[in-house]
């Protein structure tokens, strides 16, 4: 073969040379059992995550509402002490709500949120304002009655 080779030029030897086949093409799919097995939990987790998100968007609905009509409220006592009624109602059980009436209802508003703000604060108006013919608007109730919105915690199933 070096004899046949002799007699030619560099451009003749290159243009023997024949392209270099390509490798095979690598699979996407995981090779081994342990990385299915990851997949499948990371699916699972992924699925698991969104359906908790989604039920806690739906089930948080009612919040939603009560504090966008917190906001149309324009500080009245009378309507903030209906509007918490409301809320309560929607988000525990009837029966542990329903029958609550003063000193009881503000204990129960402080304690599923956890301050004093309703029996020992600017709160105690919400057992006469509703009686009263004329109440005066008060943004500290407003930021109270936000504030429990916001943070009470409804009862676990």
């Known amino acids: 073969m070096s004899q046949h080779l002799d007699g030619m030029n560099l ?4 243009d023997q040379l024949r392209p270099m086949a390509p490798p095979p093409a690598i699979s996407m799919l995981p090779q ?3 990385w299915l097995g990851v997949l499948v939990v990371l699916v699972c987790t992924t699925v698991w995550g969104v359906r908790r998100a989604w039920r806690h968007w739906r089930d948080n609905a009612y919040r939603r ?3 966008a ?3 149309r409220l324009l500080d009245d006592p009378t309507n903030i002490a209906i509007l918490l009624r409301r809320t309560a109602l929607s988000a525990f059980p009837r029966p ?5 009436r003063g000193a009881a209802w503000l204990d129960f508003l402080d304690s599923s949120y956890g301050g004093h703000g309703f029996s020992q604060g600017v709160g105690q ?5 509703p009686y ?3 109440s005066q608007a008060n943004p500290d109730l407003t930021t109270l009655a936000h504030q429990w919105l916001r943070q ?3 009862p676990q199933c």
């Open 96 to 100: 542990s709500v329903a029958a609550l």
């Open 69 to 71: 009509e917190l906001d």
């Open 32 to 34: 081994t059992v342990g």
């Open 132 to 134: 009263l013919s004329k």
């Open 65 to 67: 509402a009560a504090l």
């Open 125 to 129: 108006v919400l057992t006469t304002a």
């Open 152 to 154: 009470h915690r409804r």
């Open 11 to 14: 451009v003749e030897l290159l």
